[in-house]
């Protein structure tokens, strides 16, 4: 069974740095997408990053390029999202997600609804 757990969350002021992790487990593949959401209240679900397993293929949004930066540790799986120079909208509960994929292609095309496996959530707060 795939768990996703995610930490790293917390509350900082405008133009700090704070770095996501979500660790994964139950894969018995390689061949899957993974991605970072975010959500605030009101708002809908939005990807933030996404990255594919099987060839380290990612990407980020056009709203957070430069700030935010995809990695991950393939010895510990865990997934993480680098955050710098934050700001106040980027206030939101930060979320991972996984599901299988069969390319970087259908990774990148995957909407928040194509993803099936999603872990609990970390809050992040940036004050001004």
Known sequence: QVQ?????????QAGGSLRLSCTASGFTYIRYCMGWF??????????????????????????????FTISHDNTKNTLYLEMNS???????????????????????????????YWGQGTQVTVSE
């Open 4 to 12: 996703l757990v995610e930490s790293g969350g917390g509350s900082v």
């Open 38 to 67: 975010r959500q605030s209240p009101g708002k809908e679900r939005e990807v933030v990053a996404r990255f594919y397993r099987n060839t380290g293929s990612r990407s980020v949004a056009d709203s957070v390029k430069g700030r």
């Open 86 to 116: 934050l700001k106040p909208e980027d206030t939101a509960m930060y979320y991972c997600a996984a599901e299988r994929a069969i390319d970087y292609v259908s990774c990148s095309r995957f909407t928040r609804t194509d993803f099936g």
